[in-house]
């Protein structure tokens, strides 16, 4: 079982360079969410999706983009990537209703802008 | 806004001894609230969850928490540490319903000396 498939595991970009950060899932998950991991500041919810077509904003919204298209993916768009966007990416997914509410994480995209 | 809180950076314990990892939340309605673990350079793992019922939950690897709804409390608990529990421990939490909106803790790394 594949589960929730993020690309690429690591990426080195320059100030003002847009990326897109992809993630995977093959569990039919209708809800999936992206979360960026910091020293000492947990993880914060940057943008989420509650099934295709719909997103909305977390936490941390400023700088990032968000599409759902299909029910798989759900890809993260940084425009014009700056050095307080270096982090560690997560992409986590979960049923919804009638599910019993754990997220499923990937394993992490580690984002270094110089 | 519901949020957690996770007062110790590190808890340090030696093998084969009791260990706890404390939590403690803020939430409107009945709190649904998750143990998750990550090993390094990996994503979060699911360990454990409360929903309702039984105020004494069990978890994947041994591992049980105790939900106190006076305290506002969710430590993670397990009777007898093992080395490869090592790891960086989150909390999360999130209201009724509320999917894609996960409040996580700042996060608790577990060494646990041989």
């Known amino acids: 079982n594949a589960g929730v498939t993020q690309t690429p595991k690591f990426q080195v970009l320059k100030t003002g360079q847009s990326m897109t950060l992809q993630c995977a899932q093959d569990?039919?998950?209708?809800?999936m969410s992206w979360y960026r991991q910091d020293p000492g500041m947990g993880l914060r919810l940057i943008h989420y999706s509650v099934g295709a077509g719909i997103t909305d904003q977390g936490e941390v919204p400023n700088g990032y983009n968000v599409s759902r298209s299909t029910t798989e993916d759900f890809p993260l768009r940084l425009l014009s990537a700056a050095p307080s966007q270096t982090s560690v990416y997560f992409c986590?997914?979960?049923?919804?209703?009638?599910?019993?509410?754990?997220?499923?994480f990937g394993e992490g995209s580690r984002l270094t802008v110089l | 806004a519901q949020s957690v809180a996770q007062p110790e950076d590190q808890v340090n314990v030696a093998e084969g001894n009791p260990l706890t990892v404390k939590c403690t939340y803020s939430?409107?309605?009945?709190?649904?609230l998750f143990w998750y673990v990550q090993y390094p350079n990996r994503g979060l793992q699911f360990l454990l969850k409360y929903i309702t019922g039984d105020n004494l939950v069990k978890g994947s690897y041994g591992f049980e928490a105790e939900f106190n709804k006076s305290q506002t409390s969710f430590h993670l608990k397990k009777p007898s540490a093992l080395v490869s529990d090592s790891a960086l421990y989150f909390c999360?939490?999130?209201?009724?319903?509320?999917?894609?909106?996960?409040?996580f803790g700042t996060g608790t790394k577990l060494q646990v000396i041989p």
């Open positions: 569990m039919n998950h209708e809800y």
């Open positions: 986590a997914s979960t049923r919804g209703t009638g599910g019993t509410g754990e997220l499923f």
């Open positions: 939430v409107s309605g009945n709190p649904y």
């Open positions: 999360a939490v999130r209201e009724p319903g509320g999917y894609q909106k996960v409040t």
